[in-house]
């Protein structure tokens, strides 16, 4: 876990001004990190200790988690610069160094996180915003919910066939009495398959008259 308490706003004549996070709470911004990015840090602080050490007093102390060698802040432009410039040599396509905030918003939704946890990690003022900015990534991410749902869901097979007869009877073969047969030698349908209709039995008499 990070918790970030200042940030760094501007430098201006060598001087670093500082600003609180931005935050809708008003309170300290806290943001959860993985094992290899605490891993990460890590090493990057003792790094930074060795470079105390040997700038000795003329290390210019602000206890910044980035800094220069001697520990004096970066100018916020040239690590724009320097980003897009590393980007290009590593045959990136160039973004905004800004962009990443919003690259860890979509890699949070494709991994499965909820909107709400999105939100607070981005600091966005309601979730609509968070919703309307991913909404091209939720499709995908609904259809995944609803497979992992499906599949937490217990099933066990069980036999759906359709049975006419009696619970042992062969399916399909039906028993003596349903047997009737399709043709009759008069031409007329077998006997009780069809309703008599009176209204038929007027209009051919009228015919026939």
């Known amino acids: 876990m990070l918790v970030v308490r200042r940030q760094l706003a501007s430098v201006k004549n060598g001087v670093p001004l500082f600003a609180e996070p931005k935050s809708d709470s008003g309170n300290d911004t806290v943001v959860e990190l993985s094992q290899a990015t605490i891993g990460a840090l890590m090493v990057h602080r003792l790094a930074q200790e060795a470079e105390r050490e040997l700038w000795g007093s003329a290390y210019v102390d602000h206890d910044l988690v980035f800094a220069r060698e001697n520990g004096a802040p970066y100018e916020p432009t040239s690590v724009t610069k320097t980003f897009r410039k590393l980007a290009i040599e590593a045959g990136l396509r160039p973004v905004r160094l800004h962009d990443l905030r919003h690259g860890v918003g979509s890699l949070m939704i494709g991994g499965g996180a909820s ?95």
């Open 115 to 209: 909107l709400s946890v999105v939100s607070k990690v981005l600091r966005h003022s309601s979730i609509a915003i968070t919703q309307s900015t991913y909404v091209h990534l939720l499709g995908g991410v609904g259809r995944a919910a609803a497979e992992s749902a499906v599949a937490m869901v217990p099933r066990q097979g069980r036999d759906q066939s359709v049975t006419t007869g009696a619970p042992n009877a062969e399916i399909g073969t039906p028993s003596d009495a349903e047997k009737v047969p399709l043709t009759r030698s008069d031409g007329g349908a077998p006997r009780g398959n069809r309703t008599p209709n009176p209204l038929i039995k007027s209009q051919l008499l009228c015919q026939l008259s």
